[in-house]
Antibody, heavy 127, light 108 residues
Framework: QLQLQESGPGLVKPSETLSLTCTVSGGSISSSSYYWGWIRQPPGKGLEWIGS???????YYNPSLKSRVTISVDTSKNQFSLKLSSVTAADTAVYYC???????????????????WGQGTLVTVSS | QSALTQPASVSGSPGQSITISCTGTSSDVGGYNYVSWYQQHPGKAPKLMIY???NRPSGVSNRFSGSKSGNTASLTISGLQAEDEADYYCSSYTSSSLFGTGTKVTVL
């Protein structure tokens, strides 16, 4: 059974960089069939896609966050990571990692839906 | 990118059917058959209920069904049960992922 687990600091100071890691177990992050994504949810609010990565390192980012986001992958550890720079209180949220089946349409590869999710981790931005 | 539009709340009595709408544009919902739906109970991670507009993952009740017409996708829950009370989010996916505003389903 595939499992994803987020880890990282629960408290980050304003203007600093938020760093989270997602560890995948029960499956290989190097599979050619999946992207791996980050999604966040501010308290009491809706879901927001942050970005996704393929095992090769190819990335897609939400345009609204692109200037502050870096997603990387470590296939040797079966992990992928999120860095969000210059955080403010508005970045306080539960952060989820998830798997996305890859879809090919007319020869173009795109990310799919999110079929497996981690339990989420709350990150609070506060001094 | 603006979030897809969903009604804030929908309610129904046990055994009834309800439908949640998800409105986007021709660039997302209307452009491709790539719409998914997620159920989220309080304090829990979202759970995939529907993908590719109308497909159910293994283990999801057939009381949940999805459809699409033009720029609007819909999730129908038939035979409403108390356990269906949750937040529901739609999402479109192509070169990026876009979520809906979310709908709180209440079972009266």
């Amino acid at each position: 059974q595939l499992q994803l687990q987020e880890s990282g600091p629960g408290l980050v100071k304003p203007s600093e960089t938020l760093s989270l890691t997602c560890t995948v177990s029960g499956g290989s992050i190097s599979s050619s069939s999946y992207y791996w994504g980050w999604i966040r949810q501010p308290p009491g609010k809706g879901l927001e896609w942050i970005g996704s990565i393929y095992y090769s390192g190819s990335t897609y980012y939400n345009p609204s966050l692109k200037s502050r986001v870096t997603i990387s992958v470590d296939t040797s550890k079966n992990q992928f990571s999120l860095k969000l720079s210059s955080v403010t209180a508005a970045d306080t949220a539960v952060y989820y990692c998830a798997r996305q089946p890859l879809i090919t349409i007319f020869g173009v590869v795109i990310m799919g839906y999110f079929d497996y999710w981690g339990q989420g981790t709350l990150v609070t931005v506060s001094s | 990118q603006s979030a897809l539009t969903q009604p804030a709340s929908v309610s129904g009595s046990p055994g009834q059917s309800i439908t949640i709408s998800c409105t986007g544009t021709s660039s997302d919902v209307g452009g491709y058959n790539y719409v998914s739906w997620y159920q989220q109970h309080p304090g829990k991670a979202p759970k995939l209920m529907i993908y590719d507009v109308s497909n159910r993952p293994s283990g999801v009740s057939n009381r949940f069904s999805g459809s699409k017409s033009g720029n609007t996708a819909s999730l129908t829950i038939s035979g409403l049960q108390a356990e269906d009370e949750a937040d529901y989010y739609c999402s479109s996916y192509t070169s990026s992922s876009l979520f809906g505003t979310g709908t709180k389903v209440t079972v009266l």
